[in-house]
């Protein structure tokens, strides 16, 4: 089972590598000479002897064009290397195969991995280190940071509106310009949070939808927007075609909006983009679909000013008049006015009283924004669900309106509206097209983290909130990106081959399925971890139904890629030709790994890289003996690291063994591994144990296969490392210490503890959304001494710290590139015995990061955050989707995750992340319970402490363009003085980014059935000709349905991000190949054995095309944008 075209023989082998030696001298020759003509060019500029950077005006422009022509050449030398790099890879490519390495054990008890052949590049183009230097883009007239900084935060009493202040006006400020007024009904519908998402769907929202269809058609004047597509769709199943045809006339007219038109309206705190961006997706094809209406997308915004979107705070800022204007709170009904003020039905004899108070809370609204036009919504949560509510709040409203309209001398026009309606007289009231900028209205940058809605309320909490199916949620999202990519993939090929009528297409609806499941959890109830413990277990069953399915995508295209011969694929459900990699009991369990049952037979694994770029990595696999050797797919005998496989702290699994194992996988590609019963000395490698009890009386399992040392009462500090680093331990705790990298003799501080934060002994006190702690955290202190167990063997060492309510891995990788540049870090925590706790985990450094620390938004960008006294401790809190980072001058640290959670620098080089909280009261916010459902969770992390360099660009040439531009700059602006605000973002380096894609898309290891009987040879499947630029992500390869919903149309949806990074981060001896190429990339020739037929830019979500198709295939895209192509393979 074989590829015969992995044959090489010895001969070609060392003639091809003879060849890689004469091109990486000709890449050293040419970048020698490159360096004598520009150093040349420089040294022959006459500019260049003028006195101190003092130049005459008239030569500053020669100067230009000089360092443009430098540039210019950098460029081209950039690029000559570029294509010398690109043939040594393909002359190495088919020798060196996978990684032969066989490491050896040293005298001092240290396991080297011997470098690989094979050459390494980091080749980045100077002008892609521009973006993050922040020379280009508008300025923002409002920073959120410096707002922030400015703000008092002083929580004034503003009398009837709370926390705001008196707002006067003269009954003249509209003499030359009348107020326009849109009252917008709408009704908040969670999908999910005290009711399931079928319950509400049952007992209210297809009520509110119908109601909408009959009530709307009754007045053209009446408006509503809708906003969850995922309730929408539900409904259009269950109505009639005419009912549809209503719907549809209505969306024509403008009466019925649908506003966003994504799948839910998601959190904006944890969810990851890949999410947002595909359940937008899944809500604007949805609606295309099946409305085929406009679209149009903005980014002109509206601030809604007061406490709350209900009724009582959106008419104006006194909520006990704007309460009287809520007509479904009319004496009689279920809901009152807290304000014990009661709404009146508005009769003849009332209504110019009435419009006039009304009329009163609309200027004063308005007299805080810059326009004389309102927006006035009028809804709440599952409103409008009796035919009652919307004759009371659309008949009274309409004879206030008639009523103002009539009276010219109140200079007033106040009418139903949408969004749109409300943005359209905007736009003409300010004189420009849509989707400019009106004058007068600023840029603002930032976000709104952390909030209160009232005193210090902060709802900082949710960021941790059930943190068990925060990370669910991203291992959904992982195992959807990868199985629609190899659905696309497997597709295509399967077409092209001729044999589609075989392949499984019906797996597209399970693809539907997933992205509905994952869509449905960015809800902002969801993935908060705010809804009711009834409504988790269904989201939790969702979200499990569809990991299983998703799972068996990717196994039946996985299955048909890596045949050798395609004719020979057969798909057959009842006996699947692959495993799932592991599998969960229920949806509240942690997964359990597949264990391979080794016998006389050799057993195949097929192994899936869903990065786009090539990646070697250490897979674990569990097998049922540790006498096994590991072959590649062409029988090449490779390195292990064999273990124990421990269900305690002491105790071994019985006859269950890990096998650990470096491969290097294609780019979004398959290979294949076989394991054969048997010993191979010099490459089955076990690993050794030591076992600290401090002083516990626990016996300790053994096994012949593995050396074990256990030591009773020792504490010395002790140290794991790999050819980057050195990483100490306390022998006490068994936490981090201290890292020290390999060509420094300075060790750097990274020092790890446990803390505990309690809650308020006040009647106010921490639950789901808000933080309320009773002080500073405390150190954890548990009952016993941790037990540790080291493990150290070839490829991977790692230390356990086994405590009561927490279990500590770091494991450091013995590679080469980005596994080996970082710590992996895994906490298991348990806190189901706790009572008002929340766990933190916690990291000292002397980095002098000074009241400022990084955090992420959504995993697409990086924001600056700064400590500030002035707020209580729970508001210096902030999601931590993706990452966090403490940096200064001299390094940089940075703690990825896999899942979101709560983070915090509270003190200068500090780092903390809220593990797991269990509360057990409501915070009186609407939920009506505390967290009492804790799971066992596993939160992963990556730590990477980089060290800066002194220039912000690399290279040589970089410095020295830099360097003349800081002179013409200096010069020019010597006649004034510039304040430089601090940065408002910040970008990870290229390592950090890849360090973070290899976190969160782990490789899938796919054992084939025991029961397969021999048949056709497995081949690693390649399916990109060549790799993407490493700025650029894969975001997705989607797709698209057919008119038949279950079945896939011959189009694909290509998501492609080009991300920003910061050069000024050491890059050197990284170990893995990384070039750019300054957006460019040619799509034509990216997929081995695929055409590019057909290739449209479009928007986001592919509602409408930016341009025609083209037959050029060759792209561009700016740094950070996300492109998306309508795309056509064959």
């Given at each position: 089972m074989w590829c015969p075209s992995g044959q090489v023989c010895v001969e070609a082998s060392m003639k091809l590598k003879k060849q890689v030696t004469v091109c990486g001298a000709a890449i050293f020759c040419v970048a020698v000479f490159s360096l004598y003509l520009m150093l040349d060019r420089v040294q022959h500029d006459p500019t260049r002897h003028q006195n101190g950077g003092n130049f005459p005006r008239s030569q500053i422009s020669v100067l230009q064009n000089r360092i443009e022509q430098l540039e210019q050449l950098l460029e081209e030398n950039h690029e000559i290397i570029s294509h010398i790099k690109d043939s040594v890879l393909e002359l190495t490519a088919n020798v060196e195969g996978p990684p032969a390495l066989l490491p050896y054990y040293m005298s001092n008890g240290s396991w080297v991995v011997p470098?690989?052949?094979?050459?390494?590049?980091?080749?980045?183009?100077?002008?892609?280190?521009?973006?993050?230097?922040?020379?280009?883009?508008?300025?923002?007239?409002?920073?959120?940071?410096?707002?922030?900084?400015?703000?008092?935060?002083?929580?004034?009493?503003?009398?009837?509106?709370?926390?705001?202040?008196?707002?006067?006006?003269?009954?003249?400020?509209?003499?030359?310009?009348?107020?326009?007024?849109?009252?917008?009904?709408?009704?908040?519908?969670?999908?999910?949070?005290?009711?399931?998402?079928?319950?509400?769907?049952?007992?209210?929202?297809?009520?509110?939808?119908?109601?909408?269809?009959?009530?709307?058609?009754?007045?053209?004047?009446?408006?509503?927007?809708?906003?969850?597509?995922?309730?929408?769709?539900?409904?259009?199943?269950?109505?009639?075609?005419?009912?549809?045809?209503?719907?549809?006339?209505?969306?024509?007219?403008?009466?019925?909006?649908?506003?966003?038109?994504?799948?839910?309206?998601?959190?904006?705190?944890?969810?990851?983009?890949?999410?947002?961006?595909?359940?937008?997706?899944?809500?604007?094809?949805?609606?295309?679909?099946?409305?085929?209406?406009?679209?149009?997308?903005?980014?002109?915004?509206?601030?809604?000013?007061?406490?709350?979107?209900?009724?009582?705070?959106?008419?104006?800022?006194?909520?006990?008049?704007?309460?009287?204007?809520?007509?479904?709170?009319?004496?009689?009904?279920?809901?009152?006015?807290?304000?014990?003020?009661?709404?009146?039905?508005?009769?003849?004899t009332n209504v110019a009283e009435r419009a006039g108070l009304l009329l009163d809370q609309y200027r004063k609204k308005s007299r805080l924004f810059r326009s004389n036009v309102l927006l006035v919504p009028l809804g709440d949560d599952f409103r409008y669900d009796k035919p009652q509510e919307w004759?009371?709040?659309?008949?009274?409203?309409?004879?206030?309106?008639?009523?103002?309209?009539?009276?010219?001398?109140?200079?007033?026009?106040?009418?139903?509206?949408?969004?749109?309606?409300?943005?359209?007289?905007?736009?003409?009231?300010?004189?420009?097209?849509?989707?400019?900028?009106?004058?007068?209205?600023?840029?603002?940058?930032?976000?709104?983290?952390?909030?209160?809605?009232?005193?210090?309320?902060?709802?900082?909490?949710?960021?941790?909130?059930?943190?068990?199916?925060?990370?669910?949620?991203?291992?959904?999202?992982?195992?959807?990106?990868?199985?629609?990519?190899?659905?696309?993939?497997?597709?295509?090929?399967?077409?092209?081959?001729?044999?589609?009528?075989?392949?499984?297409?019906?797996?597209?609806?399970?693809?539907?399925?997933?992205?509905?499941?994952?869509?449905?959890?960015?809800?902002?109830?969801?993935?908060?971890?705010?809804?009711?413990?009834?409504?988790?277990?269904?989201?939790?069953?969702?979200?499990?139904?569809?990991?299983?399915?998703?799972?068996?995508?990717?196994?039946?295209?996985?299955?048909?890629?890596?045949?050798?011969?395609?004719?020979?694929?057969?798909?057959?459900?009842?006996?699947?030709?692959?495993?799932?990699?592991?599998?969960?009991l229920n949806h509240d369990a942690l997964p359990e790994r597949t264990v391979i049952q080794l016998d006389s037979s050799p057993r195949y694994v097929v192994l899936f890289n869903p990065l786009e770029q090539e990646r070697l990595s250490v897979v674990s696999l569990l097998v049922s003996s540790p006498r096994v050797r590991v072959l590649t797919e062409e029988g090449q005998p490779l390195a292990v690291q064999v273990s124990a496989h421990w269900s305690s702290a002491t105790d071994m699994v019985p006859d269950v063994y890990q096998v650990s194992v470096p491969v290097r996988l294609p780019a979004l590609g398959l290979g294949v591994l076989q394991l054969q019963l048997g010993l191979d000395g010099p490459r089955t490698l076990p690993s050794s144990v030591r076992v600290y009890l401090h002083g516990r009386q626990l016996s300790v399992s053994r096994h012949e296969a593995f050396p074990l040392r256990v030591i009773d009462s020792g504490t010395s500090d002790f140290a794991l490392s790999n050819r980057y680093m050195q990483v100490w331990f306390s022998g006490l705790t068994g936490l981090l210490k201290s890292i020290r990298r390999v060509d420094e003799e300075q060790e750097q501080r990274v020092g790890m503890e446990f803390l505990i934060y309690g809650t308020r002994s006040s009647k106010d006190k921490s639950g789901a959304y808000l933080f309320l702690p009773d002080g500073e955290a405390k150190p954890y202190v548990p009952k016993d001494p941790p037990v540790l167990r080291i493990t150290e063997g070839p490829f991977f060492s790692e230390v356990v710290a086994y405590y009561e309510h927490v279990h500590q891995v770091v494991r450091l990788y013995n590679l080469p590139g980005v596994e080996g540049l970082s710590l992996d870090v895994s906490s298991l925590v348990d806190i189901r015995d706790c009572i008002n706790k929340e766990l933190a985990l916690r990291l000292h450094t002397d980095i002098d990061s000074q009241g400022t620390f990084f955090t992420d938004l959504n995993g697409f960008q990086v924001q600056p955050r700064r400590y500030r006294k002035k707020l209580p401790l729970q508001a210096n809190f902030y999601p931590m989707p993706v990452m966090a980072c403490l940096q200064d001058a001299q390094s940089r640290l940075t703690l990825h995750a896999a899942q979101a959670l709560g983070v915090s620098s509270l003190h200068d080089g500090q780092l903390e992340v809220i593990l797991d909280r269990r509360l057990m009261q409501d915070d009186n916010r609407g939920l009506g319970q505390g967290l009492k459902d804790n799971k066992r969770t596993c939160n992963h992390f990556r730590l990477l402490l980089e060290r800066r360099t002194l220039g912000r660009e690399p290279g040589f040439f970089s410095k020295l363009a830099a360097m003349f531009r800081g002179l013409i700059f200096h010069s020019s602006r010597s006649g004034h003085r510039e304040v430089q605000d601090g940065p408002s973002t910040s970008y990870p380096s290229l390592l950090s980014h890849l360090t973070s894609m290899y976190l969160n898309t782990p490789v899938l290891a796919l054992p084939v059935a025991k029961r397969q009987p021999p048949g056709p040879a497995l081949c690693s499947f390649r399916p990109l000709a060549s790799s993407l630029p490493c700025d650029f992500h894969l975001l997705n390869l989607r797709t698209l349905q057919a008119e038949d919903d279950s079945l896939p149309s011959a189009e694909t949806a290509l998501l492609l991000h080009r991300k920003g990074f910061d050069c000024g981060l050491e890059a050197k001896n990284l170990g893995f190949n990384c070039t750019t190429s300054q957006g460019k990339v040619a799509l034509g020739s990216l997929f081995r054995g695929l055409d590019v037929v057909f290739l449209q830019p479009t928007s986001l979500t592919l509602l409408y095309p930016l341009a025609s198709p083209s037959n050029s295939t060759d792209i561009y895209l700016e740094p950070m944008e996300i492109a998306t192509f309508r795309l056509r393979l064959g």
């Amino acid at each position: 089972m074989w590829c015969p075209s992995g044959q090489v023989c010895v001969e070609a082998s060392m003639k091809l590598k003879k060849q890689v030696t004469v091109c990486g001298a000709a890449i050293f020759c040419v970048a020698v000479f490159s360096l004598y003509l520009m150093l040349d060019r420089v040294q022959h500029d006459p500019t260049r002897h003028q006195n101190g950077g003092n130049f005459p005006r008239s030569q500053i422009s020669v100067l230009q064009n000089r360092i443009e022509q430098l540039e210019q050449l950098l460029e081209e030398n950039h690029e000559i290397i570029s294509h010398i790099k690109d043939s040594v890879l393909e002359l190495t490519a088919n020798v060196e195969g996978p990684p032969a390495l066989l490491p050896y054990y040293m005298s001092n008890g240290s396991w080297v991995v011997p470098p690989e052949p094979r050459p390494s590049f980091f080749s980045i183009s100077p002008q892609d280190c521009q973006f993050a230097l922040g020379v280009r883009g508008q300025k923002p007239e409002l920073q959120m940071l410096t707002v922030s900084e400015e703000l008092p935060f002083d929580n004034v009493d503003g009398g009837v509106w709370k926390q705001g202040f008196d707002i006067s006006y003269s009954p003249h400020d509209w003499d030359t310009e009348d107020l326009q007024v849109f009252v917008v009904p709408h009704s908040h519908n969670d999908p999910g949070w005290l009711k399931t998402f079928d319950k509400y769907y049952t007992e209210q929202t297809q009520h509110i939808l119908n109601n909408m269809v009959s009530k709307l058609q009754e007045d053209p004047r009446r408006r509503f927007i809708w906003a969850e597509v995922s309730f929408f769709a539900k409904w259009w199943d269950n109505i009639n075609a005419q009912k549809r045809a209503a719907v549809r006339r209505l969306v024509g007219n403008g009466q019925l909006e649908i506003a966003t038109g994504g799948w839910v309206m998601p959190d904006e705190a944890n969810s990851h983009y890949f999410a947002l961006i595909d359940q937008l997706i899944e809500g604007h094809q949805w609606l295309e679909k099946n409305l085929d209406s406009d679209s149009s997308t903005d980014i002109f915004c509206h601030m809604m000013p007061f406490y709350s979107y209900d009724v009582p705070h959106t008419c104006g800022p006194d909520p006990k008049i704007c309460c009287q204007f809520d007509f479904k709170r009319l004496p009689g009904g279920r809901i009152n006015c807290p304000w014990k003020v009661p709404p009146r039905a508005i009769t003849e004899t009332n209504v110019a009283e009435r419009a006039g108070l009304l009329l009163d809370q609309y200027r004063k609204k308005s007299r805080l924004f810059r326009s004389n036009v309102l927006l006035v919504p009028l809804g709440d949560d599952f409103r409008y669900d009796k035919p009652q509510e919307w004759d009371a709040q659309f008949f009274n409203y309409q004879r206030l309106f008639d009523f103002l309209n009539s009276k010219p001398d109140l200079h007033v026009q106040a009418q139903f509206g949408t969004l749109s309606d409300y943005f359209d007289a905007l736009y003409k009231r300010t004189g420009v097209e849509p989707g400019a900028q009106p004058p007068g209205f600023p840029v603002l940058s930032g976000d709104f983290f952390s909030y209160a809605d009232r005193e210090d309320h902060y709802w900082t909490g949710y960021y941790t909130s059930r943190p068990f199916y925060k990370s669910l949620d991203r291992v959904l999202e992982a195992h959807l990106r990868g199985a629609e990519i190899l659905y696309s993939l497997a597709v295509a090929h399967a077409r092209r081959s001729g044999v589609a009528s075989q392949y499984p297409l019906s797996n597209f609806a399970l693809l539907t399925e997933a992205r509905r499941t994952l869509g449905l959890f960015q809800h902002h109830d969801a993935i908060t971890g705010t809804a009711k413990e009834a409504v988790v277990v269904d989201y939790g069953i969702r979200l499990l139904r569809s990991l299983v399915n998703l799972k068996q995508v990717i196994i039946n295209a996985a299955h048909y890629l890596v045949l050798g011969d395609k004719k020979s694929y057969r798909f057959d459900p009842e006996s699947p030709f692959l495993q799932m990699d592991d599998t969960r009991l229920n949806h509240d369990a942690l997964p359990e790994r597949t264990v391979i049952q080794l016998d006389s037979s050799p057993r195949y694994v097929v192994l899936f890289n869903p990065l786009e770029q090539e990646r070697l990595s250490v897979v674990s696999l569990l097998v049922s003996s540790p006498r096994v050797r590991v072959l590649t797919e062409e029988g090449q005998p490779l390195a292990v690291q064999v273990s124990a496989h421990w269900s305690s702290a002491t105790d071994m699994v019985p006859d269950v063994y890990q096998v650990s194992v470096p491969v290097r996988l294609p780019a979004l590609g398959l290979g294949v591994l076989q394991l054969q019963l048997g010993l191979d000395g010099p490459r089955t490698l076990p690993s050794s144990v030591r076992v600290y009890l401090h002083g516990r009386q626990l016996s300790v399992s053994r096994h012949e296969a593995f050396p074990l040392r256990v030591i009773d009462s020792g504490t010395s500090d002790f140290a794991l490392s790999n050819r980057y680093m050195q990483v100490w331990f306390s022998g006490l705790t068994g936490l981090l210490k201290s890292i020290r990298r390999v060509d420094e003799e300075q060790e750097q501080r990274v020092g790890m503890e446990f803390l505990i934060y309690g809650t308020r002994s006040s009647k106010d006190k921490s639950g789901a959304y808000l933080f309320l702690p009773d002080g500073e955290a405390k150190p954890y202190v548990p009952k016993d001494p941790p037990v540790l167990r080291i493990t150290e063997g070839p490829f991977f060492s790692e230390v356990v710290a086994y405590y009561e309510h927490v279990h500590q891995v770091v494991r450091l990788y013995n590679l080469p590139g980005v596994e080996g540049l970082s710590l992996d870090v895994s906490s298991l925590v348990d806190i189901r015995d706790c009572i008002n706790k929340e766990l933190a985990l916690r990291l000292h450094t002397d980095i002098d990061s000074q009241g400022t620390f990084f955090t992420d938004l959504n995993g697409f960008q990086v924001q600056p955050r700064r400590y500030r006294k002035k707020l209580p401790l729970q508001a210096n809190f902030y999601p931590m989707p993706v990452m966090a980072c403490l940096q200064d001058a001299q390094s940089r640290l940075t703690l990825h995750a896999a899942q979101a959670l709560g983070v915090s620098s509270l003190h200068d080089g500090q780092l903390e992340v809220i593990l797991d909280r269990r509360l057990m009261q409501d915070d009186n916010r609407g939920l009506g319970q505390g967290l009492k459902d804790n799971k066992r969770t596993c939160n992963h992390f990556r730590l990477l402490l980089e060290r800066r360099t002194l220039g912000r660009e690399p290279g040589f040439f970089s410095k020295l363009a830099a360097m003349f531009r800081g002179l013409i700059f200096h010069s020019s602006r010597s006649g004034h003085r510039e304040v430089q605000d601090g940065p408002s973002t910040s970008y990870p380096s290229l390592l950090s980014h890849l360090t973070s894609m290899y976190l969160n898309t782990p490789v899938l290891a796919l054992p084939v059935a025991k029961r397969q009987p021999p048949g056709p040879a497995l081949c690693s499947f390649r399916p990109l000709a060549s790799s993407l630029p490493c700025d650029f992500h894969l975001l997705n390869l989607r797709t698209l349905q057919a008119e038949d919903d279950s079945l896939p149309s011959a189009e694909t949806a290509l998501l492609l991000h080009r991300k920003g990074f910061d050069c000024g981060l050491e890059a050197k001896n990284l170990g893995f190949n990384c070039t750019t190429s300054q957006g460019k990339v040619a799509l034509g020739s990216l997929f081995r054995g695929l055409d590019v037929v057909f290739l449209q830019p479009t928007s986001l979500t592919l509602l409408y095309p930016l341009a025609s198709p083209s037959n050029s295939t060759d792209i561009y895209l700016e740094p950070m944008e996300i492109a998306t192509f309508r795309l056509r393979l064959g």
